[in-house]
């Protein structure tokens, strides 16, 4: 559900854990600093936009946050590794995916098409944010991501954020062939429903990012899986989209414990 312009996981997360994806909209009382064409609550800081005006939006957005403290930035670089979100504090780490156990302590990913993927544990203790694109989904960050709770799959639950939805995200055939020769734990039958070929381009196919990242957690034995239908191409008003427009701002989903 929206609340304001923020978005609201409805999951049966612990009362203590609180997530949420923001919009190019702002937060309740403040729209957002930037300007075209980061306009106008961009929170990416290595897209060009004005620093003042990116430090003005993180700020708002913890303001706007109960319990919330602090964000663990990272430098994304559609990769596999999953660091302690207290060790990103001071400065982003280069990771896809960060774990916090620390109260007021947020988990975040920027994104604008690519999969946000928030975790807790059913019991509270622990929270996690990942970005899966396909790089990085194929790749392993999800798994990678679960293992780093150390606990069994069972006491994990994940929400996906908005992303690019199948009927906007057009891949080549070696995104497929990347998926079927390397994507573990998952069917190849399970692989296939998430490539829809394309009818005016040969060997290419429409890719569902939320569909493979769904199957893989479930093959894991997730204790909840579900999330957003929302499409960041699709919603130009709300949503940031970097095959959509090229240069744009970005969007973040965040988690933590309160």
């Known amino acids: 559900m929206a609340v304001d312009s923020l978005i609201v996981p409805d999951?049966?997360?612990?009362a203590n854990v609180v997530a949420l994806a923001t919009t190019?909209?702002?937060?309740?009382?403040?729209?957002?600093?930037?300007?075209?064409?980061?306009?106008h609550f961009n929170?990416?800081?290595?897209?060009?936009?004005?620093?003042a005006s990116v430090d003005q939006n993180r700020d708002a957005l913890i303001s706007a946050c109960d319990g919330l403290n602090s964000i663990a930035w990272l430098q994304q670089v559609h990769g596999v590794e999953v660091c302690d979100a207290s060790n990103a504090v001071s400065a982003p780490l280069r990771a896809d995916a960060s774990?916090?156990?620390?109260?007021?302590?947020?988990?975040?990913?920027?994104?604008?098409?690519?999969?946000?993927?928030?975790?807790?544990?059913?019991?509270?203790s622990a929270v996690a944010a990942a970005h899966a694109g396909w790089r990085g989904l194929c790749a392993g960050v999800l798994a990678n991501t679960v293992k780093a709770f150390d606990c069994p799959p069972q006491e994990l639950m994940a929400w996906f954020g908005p992303a690019i939805s199948s009927a906007y995200f057009e891949v080549g055939p070696e995104v497929y062939q990347a998926f079927v020769?390397?994507?573990a734990g998952v069917t190849k039958a399970q692989i296939d429903d998430a490539f829809r070929p394309s009818s005016d381009k040969l060997g290419h196919f429409y890719a569902d990012l939320n569909a493979l990242a769904r199957s893989q957690l479930q093959n894991l034995g997730l204790a909840w899986i579900g999330g957003s239908d929302m499409c960041t191409y699709a919603d130009v008003n709300r949503f940031y989209s970097f095959r959509r427009d090229g240069q744009t701002g970005r969007q973040v989903s965040l988690i933590y414990r309160r």
Do not use: E
Not at 26 to 38: D, E, I, L, M, R
Not at 100 to 106: D, M, N, Q, R, Y
Not at 107 to 119: G, I, K, M, N
């Open 11 to 14: 999951w049966p997360a612990p």
């Open 24 to 39: 190019r909209l702002g937060v309740a009382g403040f729209a957002g600093a930037s300007v075209a064409p980061y306009s």
């Open 43 to 51: 929170l990416g800081d290595h897209v060009d936009d004005d620093r």
């Open 99 to 124: 774990i916090s156990h620390v109260k007021g302590l947020a988990s975040a990913v920027l994104t604008a098409d690519c999969l946000p993927v928030l975790f807790c544990r059913t019991d509270g």
């Open 181 to 183: 020769s390397g994507f």
